[in-house]
């Protein structure tokens, strides 16, 4: 996989059954859902494509909330060159089992993005 592509992207949900109806009656969408993750489902919109998921509606994720994921093989590196560029890194790494290792930040125009160094295979 090429470096900084867009690799998913998360939605907000208030209601994770209406989301998933939807879009699998309008885009034919699979799902899957991680209960243990705070009622977290994931989806894919094609073999090969980029996927996403459902992110609960919070304080933190308000209704209309989109998150954009950019890969990347070296988180490390690309946030020291977000915060020289004048970005804001807004939450450290976060492992996720068998996926990676995210971390969130702010654009100069307060556009809210997230990395993502995917596990090794």
Do not use: C
């Amino acid at each position: 996989m090429s470096n900084h592509k867009f690799v998913h992207v998360e939605l907000s949900s208030k209601d994770q059954a209406a989301m998933k109806k939807f879009y699998d009656a309008v885009f034919g969408w699979e799902f899957q859902d991680f209960p243990d993750m705070g009622d977290y489902t994931t989806f894919t919109t094609g073999e090969g494509e980029m996927g996403g998921g459902f992110n609960p509606v919070s304080d933190d994720n308000p209704p209309g909330n989109i998150v954009l994921y950019i890969h990347t093989d070296d988180l490390a590196g690309t946030r020291a060159k977000i915060q020289a560029g004048g970005g804001m890194i807004l939450m450290d790494d976060m492992d996720i089992p068998t996926v990676g290792t995210m971390s969130i930040f702010k654009d100069p125009s307060d556009n809210v993005i997230a990395l993502l160094q995917p596990v090794e295979m």
